[in-house]
T-cell receptor, first 115, second 107 residues
Framework: DSGVTQTPKHLITATGQRVTLRCSPR?????VYWYQQSLDQGLQFLIQ???????AKGNILERFSAQQFPDLHSELNLSSLELGDSALYFC??????????????FGQGTRLTVV | KNEVEQSPQNLTAQEGEFITINCSYS?????LHWLQQHPGGGIVSLFM???GKKKHGRLIATINIQEKHSSLHITASHPRDSAVYIC?????????FGKGTHLIIQP
């Protein structure tokens, strides 16, 4: 058990809908990262939050947004969903930012299926 | 943008064999990570390296910063080592991932 909790584990929704994925980081970790894993693109970095503030952005679509709350949990919001958004979404947390050379711990992922 | 290449893409070996998975990257990095992903999908962080060598049980990871290359070795491989092994680099925020090496260890 990595200590990172993601909910829900599975989500099936229709095209055009909006969903929210939730991540609770390990106790004491200030950074939360979101990643998308699809069959054709592999694992891709979406966005990082550090202590409530956006720190780095990767290949995140404009239809997607995220935030980190004062208790350090994070939510990833996906809207106007398309079939191609079907993927595994991982959250990871670390004590500092990646440039601080701190190890990242991954959640079990949320499997999103858009039908 | 950092390009991360892993080899081999697929590897099937017999139980007990010594396994080597390679990772090369194109641009200088802060750290390199080796991750393991089991068929259920969960990702486990095996190592984080910025220099030298690390060992954990039967797993050994090395990195050569000058050559921009890392290797993951598994000694005395076991069927439970069957998984996808993913190399990732942090340059300096987020991670850039290789496509993974699908390892199968046959009894």
């Amino acid at each position: 058990d990595s200590g990172v909790t993601q909910t829900p584990k599975h989500l099936i929704t229709a095209t055009g809908q909006r969903v929210t994925l939730r991540c609770s980081p390990r106790s004491g970790d200030l950074s939360v990262y979101w990643y998308q894993q699809s069959l054709d693109q592999g694992l891709q970095f979406l966005i990082q939050y550090y202590n409530g503030e956006e720190r780095a952005k990767g290949n995140i679509l404009e239809r997607f947004s995220a935030q980190q709350f004062p208790d350090l949990h994070s939510e990833l919001n996906l809207s106007s969903l398309e079939l191609g958004d079907s993927a595994l979404y991982f959250c990871a947390s670390s004590r500092g930012g990646m440039s601080d050379h701190t190890e990242a711990f991954f959640g079990q992922g949320t499997r999103l299926t858009v039908v | 943008k950092n390009e991360v290449e892993q080899s081999p893409q697929n590897l099937t070996a017999q139980e007990g064999e010594f396994i080597t998975i390679n990772c090369s990257y194109s641009v200088g990095i802060s750290a390199l990570h080796w991750l393991q992903q089991h068929p259920g999908g969960g990702i486990v962080s095996l190592f984080m390296l910025s220099s030298g060598k690390k060992k954990h049980g039967r797993l050994i990871a090395t990195i050569n910063i000058q050559e921009k290359h890392s290797s993951l070795h598994i000694t005395a491989s076991h069927p439970r080592d069957s998984a996808v092994y993913i190399c990732a680099v942090s340059p300096p925020d987020g991670l850039t991932f290789g496509k993974g090496t699908h390892l199968i260890i046959q009894p």
